[in-house]
């Protein structure tokens, strides 16, 4: 089971609660990077965006990030 | 309680039993290792660090370089993490003892750090004489 992030903020059940978190909870540094692997990162994050919804991310993005992000997903489509 | 967490508790038990009586130093678990120069910040499962080297150890961090670090394995990919970046990582600090426990293996794996390189060895120079047996799954 997996997290969709959508507009909104939604509730985390248990289980994906229990398969997102990485590296047991251990938040670990490397040279300037996080020791999760590419899967771990991915469930974590897509986990914490649902959980604050789109709507509040993209609040919380600088307007510098929100400007890129426009234009990444304007090159996208 | 998972093999894992049974083989922590038991590891922390006969390290700490073995450290206090041959007063050699502090185990500590799951204690950040922070290394500012290496810029470096880990948690791993155990610590030990010598007696002269005690000034290291602070309030809730090691800001330094322990003397072993025990990991302990929670599944295969976890296995691959242990003995690939981490490895490469502790002796990039050169940490002189590295030990890799595998529950599922029921087996431990001790490295002792030469000319920048661990080599796999059975006997541990900070815990020379400690048999250490895994608990049963």
């Not at chain 1, 959980?51 to 990444?72: T, V, Y």
């Not at chain 2, 000319?115 to 060895?121: F, L």
Request: a negative charge; glycine letters at 4%; one cysteine or more.
């Amino acid at each position: 089971m997996e997290m969709i992030p959508k507009a909104g903020p939604q509730k985390i059940p248990f289980q994906v609660f229990e398969n997102s978190i990485p590296n047991e909870g251990k938040w670990e540094w490397i040279d300037g990077e996080l020791l999760f692997s590419d899967e771990e990162m991915r469930k974590v994050i897509l986990m914490l965006v649902s959980q604050i919804g789109l709507k509040k991310w993209i609040d919380i993005l600088p307007h510098e990030s929100r400007d890129e992000l426009e234009r990444l997903l304007r090159d996208k489509s | 309680m998972s093999q894992r967490d049974l083989a922590f508790v038991h590891l922390l038990t006969d390290l700490t039993h073995y450290a206090r009586e041959n007063q050699s130093g502090t185990v500590l678990p799951r204690t950040l290792v922070y290394i500012e120069e290496k810029a470096v910040a880990v948690i791993p499962d155990i610590v030990f660090v010598k007696r002269a080297k005690s000034g290291i150890i602070q309030k809730n961090r090691i800001c330094g370089v322990p003397d072993l670090v025990v990991e302990i394995v929670l599944n295969p990919s976890h296995r691959d993490k242990l003995l690939g970046k981490k490895k490469d990582t502790y002796a990039r600090f050169e940490v002189p003892e590295y030990w890799t426990v595998d529950p599922f293996e029921q087996t431990v794996r001790k490295y002792v750090l030469n000319e920048g390189a661990y080599q796999e060895t059975d006997n541990s120079r900070l815990f020379p004489d400690l048999m250490v047996q895994l608990p049963d799954s």
